[in-house]
Structure formats: C-alpha cells, structure tokens
DNA sequence: ACTATACGAGACACCGTGTCTCGTAAAGAT
DNA sequence: ATCTTTACGAGACACGGTGTCTCGTATAGT
C-alpha cells in the first residue's frame, strides 16, 4: 500500500511515536469537507486554503498530511470508495456484471466530479499518476483479470486472450463517456458493454 | 461550425469590417507558441500570460481572440490535427483500421499534452466542453459511423448495432490508456482494438 | 525537566487571471 | 481632410491559490 501522505500511516506503529499525536480528527473532518465540495462545487472549487477556512485549521495542518491538493484529492476519493468486493459471482457474464456495475456507480458519486481534474495533475506528476493508478485502477482490474482467470479455468472464455486490452474494453466506455460528456454512464451502458465484450471473451 | 473564439470567424465577412483590422500574424505565432510549449513543457506552462511574453504581444491581444486558455488550447489543437480523412477502403475492417490509426497518430501529437488538461477544464465550462466535443470528437466519430453504415448496407456488418457504443468500445481504450497511463498507445493497440471490435460487429 | 512533534496564526514571495485605462495606429465613411 | 471604429502595446489593478517559513504554545514519551 503505496502511502498518499505526507508521513508514513501510523496504523501499526513500529514504536509508539514520539511528539504529540495527530489529531485524527483533523484528517477525518477534512476528508468529509473536500468530498461535499467535490460533491456540490466540482475538483476546482476543492483548494488546500478553502477547505483549511472551511474546517477552521491551519493551512499549515493540511500540508504536514497530505503534500498537495491533488494528493489530498485521491486520498479522499480512496476512502470513499472503500475496498472492492471482487464477487465470484459463478459465471462470467456475472462476474462482469458486478464489476462494472462498480464502475457505473462509483461514477455517479464524486469520483464523477474529481476524476477530469485529478487526470491532469496526473498528467504533471508522474508519482501521483502511479499511486492513483496503484490504489484506484488496479484493484478494480485485478478483480476482473481474476473473473477471467476463473472464467477460463472453467472454460467459459477462450484460453489466448489478450486480458489487458479486455480490460481497456470493459472500462473505457465508462471512462471516455465521463470524461468527455459525449453519452450518459448508466445501468444500460453497464448492460451492453458486458454484453457486447462477451462476444469477444466468448471461446470460439 | 461553433466558433472557439471571441468574435465571429471573419472567414466571410458579409460586409467589410468597420475599424482597424486584426493583425493575422499575432493569430499564427500564438498557436505556434502554444504548440511548441504544449509539446515541450505541458498544458500546465501554456498559460495566457506567458504564451504573450513569449511572441511579445500585449495580454490584451489574446483575450480580444480567445476567451481564455482552454479555448485557446482546443483551437490550436483543431488547427494542428486538421480535418478528417473519412476513407472508404472498401472493407470495414480497413475503414476502422484507417480511424483507428488516426486515434493512434493523434496521440502521438500535442493532443496527448494537451488532452488531460482540456478535460478538466471541460468539466467545469460546459460551453467549451461542447465546442471540443462538436469540433474534436464528432466529426471522427461521424466518420466511423459513415462506414459502419456502409459495413451494413455491404452485409459486412449486422444490421442491428448500438453504435454509439461501438464507436465508444473503439475509442475508450485509447482515451483511458492515453488519460490514465497504464498501458501504451501504439499500433499494436490499433490492431487489437479493431480486431476484437469486429467480433462484436461482425454478423452473427 | 527534556525532547520531539503537532497545532494555529500569520507572514512571505510568486504567479496566473481577467479587467481596465491610456495613448497611438490603421482602416472605412462622410 | 476629418470622423468613427476597431486594434494594438503598455501598464496597472484586485483577486486568489501555492508552498514555505517562523513564531509561540500544546501534548505526548523519556
């Protein structure tokens, strides 16, 4: 687990640390802050100085945690989303279905509002770009990468496949639609892209 | 043709226009610059200020053009990717790979730059979330609509096709990979993209 | 006590934004 | 030739965010 913040957690401390402790509720009550901001004004309107007026506490505070917006951004939508049930559900066209169902719905929250902003500060920080793909995307792919080891496992899925660029199939309409505006992430889209990427996954 | 900047286009001026003109030249070096700092240094030190220091020209004489940075941004974009190419090869699976390649090529450019920046703005400028997806995005997928219309009307393709979301299965891979970074955009991925959307497109 | 760290308050320099005013330049209109 | 309209360059302005720093004070372990 790749850290987002300024210092190491202290979840399981070596030694019990030295000075005074954290204030734990600062990090909770900044959390909640910069998610009702995403929520109700968008990725802009989210500011290392306007959530510090907001919680009443120092600016100085929010960069000992966390060592810039963008960071404290993916940290907040980390904790959001909660770890990611990987469902087995017995079939593919079910494990498939639960996962991208995820994806649809997580996409209605305030991953929904921070993700064009946080893509390009990832653009500019390469550090930030590998921890958001660490902790956001790859725990999502690899819960279907497993789907579809399962799948072929039981021969349900051919056995060469390119899982990869399946994996860029399934997600990318989602990601491309939020992005861009261009057509709506819904339960349908849900539907037709397992639909239409199990004509691909299918064997033979 | 929705215009990017402050005045109407003066391509065909219905009457000539009143006072002094607009000096032509300030138009082109300006989306050089923007150009080359978009290739060299990234969206983020394209900035209206610094764009003007560099070809010496007044700030004034950039907002008299462009209402702000994204705009000028997508409007040096659309300048520098030109118009599409809508080839008919005669077979579907050439026509994709055709739009697909340009997908590819595009990435190659000041677009992968530019992109992650430009969506983030989007998202909070509704008017030029519109301006970039009528003068960048439809027409190519117009054009990939074009010949899966003729796929169809050739018996190539089934008559019964969602195509938005095809042309979103086409184009999401190369959107997520180019956004997020997690894989590359090359050739190889143009191949696999249109071989594996054949699949799904391909009648029965 | 001593040390280490956290906190709040405030200051700092820096930069980009978007708007405005001024004097001057270049075109058409009368 | 003058008038009107628009463009241009220069410069100023207020605003807001960034990231760093220093200070005095608070709270923990040693």
Redesign the pocket.
């Known amino acids: 687990m790749k850290r987002l913040k300024s210092?190491p957690s202290r979840a399981r401390p070596s030694?019990?640390?030295?000075?005074?402790?954290?204030?734990?509720?600062?990090?909770r009550t900044v959390v909640a802050a910069v998610l009702e901001v995403l929520r109700t004004r968008g990725y802009r309107?989210?500011?290392?100085?306007?959530?510090?007026?907001k919680v009443?506490?120092?600016?100085?505070?929010?960069?000992?945690?966390w060592?810039?917006?963008?960071y404290l951004v993916a940290d907040c939508l980390v904790n959001a989303m909660g770890p990611r049930p990987a469902p087995d559900t017995g079939s593919l066209r079910g494990d498939l279905r639960a996962a991208v169902g995820t994806f649809q719905r997580a996409f209605a929250g305030p991953l929904k509002e921070a993700l064009p902003g946080l893509v390009a500060d990832m653009a500019h920080d390469p550090r930030l770009a590998q921890a958001v793909r660490r902790q956001m995307l790859a725990p999502r792919r690899k819960s279907i990468r497993d789907a579809l080891d399962r799948a072929r496992r039981r021969g349900e899925a051919r056995r060469t496949l390119d899982v990869e660029l399946v994996l860029d199939l399934l997600a990318g309409p989602f990601y491309f639609r939020a992005l861009f505006g261009h057509g709506p992430v819904d339960p349908r889209l849900s539907r037709s892209v397992v639909d239409h990427v199990l004509k691909i996954v299918g064997r033979k």
């Open positions: 210092r030694r019990p640390p030295r000075g005074r402790p954290r204030n734990e509720n600062i990090d309107a989210v500011t290392m100085a306007g959530i510090a007026r009443k506490r120092a600016r100085a505070s929010m960069y000992r945690r060592p810039g917006k963008p």
